[in-house]
């Protein structure tokens, strides 16, 4: 059975995270994704052994192409005429020196869609920025906004945005290829990092507009809604002393009928029935003795104990898991098949997961997962496939180290 982007050809110039992410939806969704990286480039995160590159191009063909070797450009320009889409998430106008920036294309290949995932966008001072996860949080606002009172510095502890703009990738492909339907046109695709991160701090970006204040950060507090407790407790069970084997779970009240549930499954003792806890503000304004207690309670109970009782009498709440928890131990993802080995093994690491694409479609369905590819792994059947090249053409090519 086909999928929904069966027959649909992209040129993937995209490392690290971002851009491989936004290419792995759409090859789990069926397109043909060519990976193009090189032997010189294949380092660090662009390592075919990097956990990195495993998990964020998976479903995609490999070739390899050295393009700060000018022998390969007649080749990749021959590719780009036949692509549906290229995107790529370097810094601005690397692709226009390599002789396939979009003017170049776009004149034999009107109906290219042309996706730039540049770190700052195109124009302004700071568009030529070379730019990682961390330095774009910093920007965008969100190292302040997601830390802990008093720590300012702390943050994300991960790459939050390149996901996100990951998945604005994914999505404006797949509005221009609408919009190319309809028209008939292709078109050039900005895509600004850093301008998608400030999207997340949009409500604060409103407080300021609107009342000249500044937001801080909040921890696990909500900044906009009086709603307590909202927050993470210590539950029983650690392994260890350690505090990466402590146990927690998220407890989030919206509601006075919600706070009221929990007050019952304490046990109501005499602290939470003081009045000011009947309201939501009242529980925010004594949130230090309103958190020592739920802590206490949730102390001597195991977390998914807390979080079962809790969620059977309409009380909000979570575990707060591990990766071996969600590997090995939730029900949700085991029943779904979420997490499944990857048949064909790889061939530095073995056998290899793959988390699967969290949508199901019921009449084109997604079910494909093809382990990520080493350099050039597939050069003659990506060259046959897009250029008919013969296979004798392909091998003089990666002799003459044309194709490495």
Known sequence: MSRPLDGIRILDFTHVLAGPFATR?????????????SATRAEGANSAAHPYYIMWNRNKRAL????????????CQRLCQRADVIIDNFSVGVLDRWGIGYETVSATNPAVIYVQMSGMGEGGPWSDFITYAPTIHALAGLTHLTGVPGREDIGLGFSYNDHQVGLH???????????RQRTGRGQRVDVSQFEVGTNFAGPSLLDYFANGRAARPTGNRLPYDDAAPHDCYPCAGASSDAIEDERWVAIACMTDAQWQALRKLMGDPTWAAEPAFDTAKGRVDGLERLNAGVADWTSKLDASDVMTKCQRAGVPAGVVQTGADLAEH???????????????PHPTIGSTYADRLPIHFHGTPCEEYVR??????????????????????VRRNEEDGTLT
């Open 25 to 37: 939806v759409l090859g789990d969704m069926g397109a043909d994704v060519v990976k193009v990286n």
């Open 64 to 75: 390899a192409l050295d393009m700060s070797n000018e022998a390969t450009h007649p080749i």
């Open 169 to 179: 990738g994914a999505v404006v492909i797949l509005a221009a290829l609408e919009a």
């Open 330 to 344: 939730d029900p949700q993802l085991a029943l779904t098949d979420f997490l499944h080995a990857i048949e064909d």
């Open 372 to 393: 990520s590819r080493e350099v050039g792994e597939d050069n003659a059947a990506v060259l046959k496939d897009w250029l008919d090249m013969p296979e004798e053409e």
